[in-house]
C-alpha cells in the first residue's frame, strides 16, 4: 500500500549511542517533516524537508540532524542520543496542492536509558 | 508557550450521542487548521480541516466550527460510534498548502460507551 514507511517501530539506545531512523514515502511528496510526540504532548516538529537536497529546522532541532538526497527518503540522525531524547518519532508527508494535510508513517518508539 | 491548546484530556461520549471536541489557539498567523485521529501503535491519520475562510466545514458525519473572533475551533461527530473511539489531535498552520509546519495541541482522548 502506497503510504509512509518507518522503520525500526521499536528501540532501545543507551546514553551516548547513535542510530538512524529510516522514513520512506511513496506518493512522490515534496514535503516530509519529522515530529516527536513526548506523553500527554502535542507532536512537535524537528525538522523538515521541501525537495531533494533541501532541509530546514523546525521547533526542537537539537540533538538531530537530517538529510535528504531522494524525493523517497528522510532519515533522522540522533548523535549522542540522551534520555530527553526518549520519544515516539513520527516521519510524515504531502503533496503540492493535496491541502489535506499530512500522511504519517506508523511512528518509532525509541528509549534512551 | 503553547499556542494550541486542547484543554480537555479527556471525554466519555455515549454511542449515538454528539461528540464535542474543543482546540484554543493563540496565534492570529494561523489561518488553516486540522483535526486527526489516533489509534494506539498508529500514526495519526488525518480527519478533516477548515480555512480560515470559512466557520463551518461538514464531513460526513464530522464538522469542524471555527471562530476566528474567539480564536476558537471545535470538532463535532455525530452520531457517535465505537470505532470513534481514539485521540484527537487539533493542529493549526499558517499556510494551507506546500509545506505545512504544524503546530499541534496535546490531544483529547475520546471514549465511546456502548
Known amino acids: 500500500n502506497a503510504g509512509v514507511t518507518q522503520t525500526p517501530k521499536f528501540r532501545i539506545l543507551k546514553i551516548g549511542q547513535s542510530m538512524t531512523l529510516q522514513c520512506a514515502q511513496d506518493?512522490?511528496?515534496?514535503?516530509m517533516y519529522w515530529y516527536r510526540q513526548d506523553p500527554g504532548m502535542g507532536l512537535k516538529l524537528i525538522y523538515y524537508?521541501?525537495?531533494?537536497?533541501?532541509?530546514d529546522k523546525g521547533e526542537v532541532p537539537n540533538g538531530y540532524n537530517v538529510s535528504r538526497s531522494t524525493t523517497e527518503d528522510f532519515p533522522l540522525r540522533l548523535e549522542l542520543a540522551a534520555p530527553s531524547q526518549t520519544s515516539v518519532y513520527f516521519c510524515?508527508?504531502?503533496?503540492?496542492?493535496?491541502?489535506?494535510?499530512?500522511?504519517f508513517g506508523s511512528g518509532t518508539r525509541l528509549t534512551v536509558v | 508557550d503553547q499556542q494550541v491548546k486542547q484543554n480537555s484530556p479527556s471525554l466519555s461520549v455515549q454511542e449515538g450521542r454528539i461528540s464535542i471536541l474543543n482546540c484554543d489557539y493563540t496565534?492570529?498567523?494561523?489561518?488553516?487548521f486540522l483535526w486527526y485521529k489516533k489509534y494506539p501503535a498508529e500514526g495519526p491519520t488525518f480527519l478533516i480541516s477548515?480555512?480560515?475562510?470559512?466557520d463551518k466545514n461538514e464531513d460526513g458525519r464530522f464538522t469542524v466550527f471555527l471562530n476566528k473572533s474567539a480564536k476558537h475551533l471545535s470538532l463535532h461527530i455525530v452520531p457517535s460510534q465505537p470505532g470513534d473511539s481514539a485521540v484527537y489531535f487539533c493542529?493549526?498552520?499558517?499556510?494551507?498548502?506546500?509545506?505545512?509546519?504544524?503546530?499541534f495541541g496535546q490531544g483529547t482522548r475520546l471514549t465511546i460507551n456502548p
Open positions: 493542529a493549526a498552520s499558517a499556510r494551507p498548502q506546500g509545506a505545512q509546519k504544524l503546530v
Open positions: 506518493m512522490n511528496h515534496n514535503y
Open positions: 524537508s521541501v525537495g531533494a537536497g533541501i532541509t
Open positions: 496565534n492570529s498567523m494561523f489561518d488553516y
Open positions: 477548515i480555512s480560515s475562510i470559512k
Open positions: 510524515a508527508s504531502n503533496g503540492q496542492g493535496t491541502g489535506y494535510g499530512y500522511t
